[in-house]
């Protein structure tokens, strides 16, 4: 019984402002399924959920929910519930009103309504507050009054834009397995937006990555790690980050100070500079004692023992990347001390290569 | 000898004591007045007057007999509640619902109205009295209750809506649009969400209409002509004529007319609640 949302070509562009805030966005998200919507500040992510809400007028384009074209309904007959990133609880109702209040206003009645809310009050371990006023909730309880507001309606679809970004980190995990788990059960479409990509990469079914109001890539999350569609997607997803060059290239290889990496032959195919941006995710790098033709010096700067795993921030010899420090993933417990000098190569079935022009991904088998 | 350090609350003898001497003779100045009338309307008429300064002398309650059943007074206090009333229910009426579409909405000419209202306060009523009163005189309202609620609306809804369109203006717009997602229309929305919230500004309100209509005088005397009509403001003008003034009726009816503007302000006062809005919405 779910129900589908499309964005067809559709475009916001504010009054007063000349490029759009989100530009021809064609985004399906399927029916039942948990979609996040993810990218850098002012990127256009709430602008996109605001227009699928009826917040925000669409400028061009459609919007769809299931059969229905909704881009000029207004918000109230599109069926969609909303927790924002504020909350927006209202401050004059109890909390089991304020979960109420929807139901209230469409006519329900109050057997019903209360049998709603304490469903959910119980869902959400809400049912001591109930005769409470927002403001006598701590953070954590007022986000979760948000998320009941929401489930009680039964809406079509969700949207919520960074209802965790109020929360203190530990809340934040456990809060986002709870989200998460309970939208699978519920089984309703779902958009969320956050800028967080670890959010991201945990919660969505798939995920929706947009850059200057422009939707880069859709895709399932390790998707979007193992097969980033662009270098801005490739640096944007993965924590540390991917590590991201311009390089030159030189008879099919990039010369990375004194290595020459040997470049796929689609991807020299492709190209049509003579330099090409090369990325690698740090555990990527495989460290190599001695001489290598393709592997590269690099300088170590800060080594961090994690006790699972390690991380090492150095400078490359003889090259640069886009972040002033390479990070490279070694084995725990015999890290390389500060200030020594030691080799990488990349894995050749590891490396990324992109356009320097377009910052496209160039095929690489 | 070691001293307990001072609390933050706390204060020294010496400057609790000038502190408190200070209020207490500011109050007392405040004050005076006030008291000074109720004092001489329980006095025997001929006391009010005489030379001999006293503060209490032979307390009596003749002249609120005498002003309640000898005189108009009653009529004109029912007329000036009726007056007062109708003012604040139309005055609040109309600047909230002003003060929401200008604090929420966009439309054409919003610049220019909101203009219109600032500019409208500066006239004073001396200049006013008499373009309205020829208005109200080619609408055939010259003494009718109508034309002063009229032109007591001229003069509070401005400043109201002024006054509660900054109150919505605090109030999130987070709220505006999570009650449009659980259903309301703006109408909805207004009643449902921003009055209650509003509770504070329309406190206000309610006063200041209400006093504008209560105490007001210059209206009162140029739209009312029979005696029947008039409000309390302009009645009392007949206490005080040039060579005889009442002033024992004076007093007594002043002292009446404080009673309902302290009633609609111990009502207001109530609601002068800060942080209504705590809660609802975060950063
Ligand atoms: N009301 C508005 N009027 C004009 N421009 C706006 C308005 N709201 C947003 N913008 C612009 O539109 C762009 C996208 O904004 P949006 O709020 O969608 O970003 P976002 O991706 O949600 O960012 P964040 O992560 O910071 O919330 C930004 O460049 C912003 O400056
Ligand atoms: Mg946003």
Not at chain 1, 210 to 239: C, H, M, R, T, W
Not at chain 2, 98 to 124: C, D, E
Not at chain 2, 132 to 144: E, G, H, K, V
Not at chain 2, 216 to 242: C, H
Request: glycine share 8%; net charge neutral; charged share 20%.
């Amino acid at each position: 019984m779910s129900t589908p949302v499309v964005f067809d070509a559709a475009t916001r562009v504010y009054p007063g402002s000349t490029t759009p805030a989100v530009d021809s966005l064609d985004l399906e998200v399927r029916a039942g399924e948990f979609l996040v919507l993810v990218g850098p500040s002012g990127c256009g992510k709430s602008t996109s959920l605001r227009m699928l809400a009826g917040l925000e007028d669409v400028t061009s384009g459609a919007i769809r929910i299931g059969e229905r074209d909704v881009t000029h309904l207004r918000p109230k007959d599109r069926d969609i519930a909303m927790v924002f990133q504020s909350y927006a609880l209202y401050p004059h109702l109890t909390v089991g009103e304020n979960m109420g209040f929807a139901l209230k206003i469409a006519g329900l009645s109050k057997a019903e309504i209360t049998a709603r809310v304490t469903d959910a009050a119980k869902v959400l371990d809400l049912e001591p507050y109930l005769d409470r006023k927002p403001k006598a909730l701590s953070g954590g309880q007022r986000q979760r009054v948000a998320m009941g507001r929401a489930i009680v309606r039964e809406p079509q679809v969700f949207l919520m834009d960074e209802p965790l970004s109020n929360l203190d980190a530990k809340l934040r995990v456990s809060t986002r397995t709870q989200i998460a788990a309970l939208q699978r059960r519920l089984g309703i479409t779902t958009v969320y937006v956050t800028h967080d990509q670890v959010e991201a990469m945990t919660m969505g079914d798939r995920v929706a990555v947009l850059k200057d109001g422009i939707l880069q890539q859709v895709a399932a999350p390790l998707e979007l790690y193992d097969k980033p569609a662009n270098a801005f997607v490739a640096g944007f997803i993965g924590s540390p980050a991917m590590n991201l060059g311009t390089f030159r290239v030189e008879d099919g290889a990039a010369v990375i100070g004194e290595a020459r990496v040997p470049l796929p032959r689609t991807a020299t195919a492709a190209l049509t500079e003579s330099e090409v941006v090369l990325g690698f995710r740090p555990e990527a790098l495989e460290m190599v004692a001695g001489y290598a033709p393709d592997a590269f010096a690099v300088e170590v700067l800060v080594a961090e023992e994690l006790g699972s795993e390690a991380f090492l921030y150095g400078t490359l010899e003889g090259a640069s990347l886009r972040d002033p420090q390479l990070v490279a993933k070694v084995a725990p417990r015999s890290v390389p001390p500060k200030g020594s000098r030691v080799h990488f190569r990349i894995l050749p079935d590891r490396m990324h290569v992109f356009s320097p022009a377009t910052g496209e991904a160039l095929p690489t088998a | 000898m070691s001293r307990r350090p001072r609390g933050r609350d706390e204060r020294s003898l010496g400057a609790s004591v000038a502190l408190h001497a200070t209020l207490l003779t500011a109050t007392a100045i405040a004050l005076f007045p006030v008291l000074w009338v109720f004092l001489a309307s329980i006095k025997p008429q001929n006391a009010i007057q005489s030379s001999k300064v006293t503060l209490i002398d032979h307390p009596t309650l003749e002249n609120y007999r005498h002003v309640l059943f000898d005189t108009s007074f009653p009529t004109w206090f029912l007329n000036s509640v009726v007056v007062a009333v109708f003012t604040m229910v139309i005055g609040m009426a109309m600047s909230a619902t002003a003060g929401y579409a200008l604090s929420r909405f966009n439309f054409p000419g919003k610049r220019g109205l909101m203009w219109v209202f600032l500019i409208t306060q500066m006239f004073p009523v001396a200049i006013l009295i008499v373009p309205i009163y020829s208005i109200m005189a080619s609408l055939n309202l010259i003494d009718t209750k109508a034309s002063l609620v009229i032109a007591y609306c001229t003069v509070a809804v401005p400043f109201c809506t002024w006054m509660l369109r900054g109150y919505f203006d605090t109030i999130p717009r987070d709220l505006d649009e999570a009650a449009a997602l659980d259903g309301l229309g703006p109408f909805k929305t207004f009643w449902y969400v921003i009055l209650p919230l509003a509770r504070p500004g329309l406190a206000v309100t309610a006063f200041y209409t209400f006093l504008t209509a209560w105490g007001e005088v210059a209206y009162a005397i140029a739209f009312i002509l029979s005696d029947k009509k008039l409000t309390l403001g302009a009645g009392l003008q007949q206490f005080v004529p040039q060579f005889n003034p009442q002033w024992d009726l004076l007093t007594a009816g002043a002292v009446l007319i404080m009673l309902p503007a302290s009633l609609v302000f111990y009502f207001a006062q109530r609601h002068l609640v800060a942080g209504l809005t705590a809660g609802g919405t975060k950063g």
